[in-house]
């Protein structure tokens, strides 16, 4: 099963880029969760969505937005990529909302410079 | 959310039993829980969740006292594989208010 798959594993992007993490899950759940992981740090929740056409804030959406058009796919965006935005994101579902099991991708490692 | 407290490092030795204790004082009547596992360059795993007493499972085991205020994770005989980074999360399993939110974890090193 492939569960959440995240493309791609790594980019180097350069100050002012753009991009798109791409995150797809074959499990059918309604909930899907972005989060960024510093070095040495826990995760901070980005973006979160419960369904199709419906997203909100996490604790971290600034200088990032999302979209979710169906429920197998959240795709997160970063416009004009800063230093600060350096980061390993992870992507993230599960069956039901909060503090439940939840299957995480293998992460996107992105460095801005 | 409730707030939760863990120790943010320990070290063991391989073929040691590990508890791994997590303080959550604030917790919620319908509030569970929750451990996960974190290796190295990967995402978090679900290990366990619980309520009260007592949760077992092929990879740990979870105690939770009658006050529900502090939890344990009890990791049995670790081996060098169980070195980890450790989450405790506490939220409501079905309240749209609760995401999952993960604080700092507790890093464990597992040495030969």
């Known amino acids: 099963n492939a569960g959440v798959t995240q493309t791609p594993k790594f980019r180097i992007l350069k100050i002012g880029q753009s991009m798109t993490l791409q995150c797809a899950q074959d499990m059918n759940h309604n909930y899907m969760y972005w989060y960024r992981q510093d070095p040495g740090m826990g995760l901070k929740l980005i973006y979160y969505?419960?369904?199709?056409?419906?997203?909100d804030k996490g604790e971290v959406p600034n200088g990032y937005n999302v979209s979710r058009s169906t429920t197998e796919d959240f795709p997160l965006r970063l416009e004009l990529a800063a230093p600060s935005q350096t980061s390993v994101y992870f992507c993230a579902s599960s069956p039901r909302v909060g503090n439940t099991e939840a299957f995480f991708g293998q992460g996107t490692r992105l460095t801005v410079v | 959310l409730a707030k939760t407290t863990q120790p943010i490092s320990m070290d063991s030795y391989e073929g040691q039993e590990v508890n791994i204790t997590c303080s959550h004082n604030n917790i919620a009547t319908n509030d569970y829980i929750t451990w996960y596992q974190q290796f190295p360059s990967q995402g978090p795993r679900f290990i366990i969740q619980g309520y009260k007493t007592k949760v077992t499972n092929e990879v740990a085991s979870l105690f939770i006292p009658a006050d529900r205020k502090s939890s344990t994770l009890s990791l049995p005989r670790v081996s060098l594989s169980d070195t980890a980074v450790y989450y405790c999360l506490v939220g409501g399993p079905n309240n749209a208010g609760n995401m999952l939110t993960f604080g700092g974890g507790t890093r464990l090193m597992v040495k030969p």
């Open positions: 969505s419960v369904g199709a056409g419906i997203t």
